[in-house]
Nanobody, 119 residues
């Protein structure tokens, strides 16, 4: 059973930056592909970015491509989301999720961290 804890959210002005972290425990971190999702009030959860088990492959939603960077440090059991050029539409609760390399679904989720971007 993998536990995920996000941190790093907060309030930032438009154009600013934040770095989210997601610390994993309870499993072998390198056995998991990781991803970030977000959910704004009244909207469905949406995919933001993903990274494979060794960090060699990343993929981004079009809405964040060029502004956000996902990375991981397997020695620290942590995945990061560097968010630059933040806009008010990026305001959401951000969740990290883990998918075992042999699984189809993201079965493990963190509790979320709030990101609010003011205009």
């Amino acid at each position: 059973q993998v536990q995920l804890v996000e941190s790093g959210g907060g309030l930032v002005q438009a154009g600013g930056s934040l770095r989210l972290s997601c610390a994993a425990s309870g499993g072998t971190f390198s056995n998991y592909n990781m991803a970030w999702f977000r959910q704004a009030p009244g909207k469905e959860r949406e995919f933001v970015a993903r990274i494979n088990w060794n960090g060699g492959t990343t993929y981004y939603a079009d809405s964040v491509k060029g502004r956000f960077t996902i990375s991981r440090d397997n020695a620290k059991n942590t995945v990061y989301l560097q968010m630059n050029s933040l806009q008010p539409e990026d305001t959401s609760v951000y969740y990290c999720a883990a998918r075992a390399t042999w699984a189809y679904n993201y079965d493990y989720w963190g509790q979320g961290t709030q990101v609010t971007v003011s205009s």
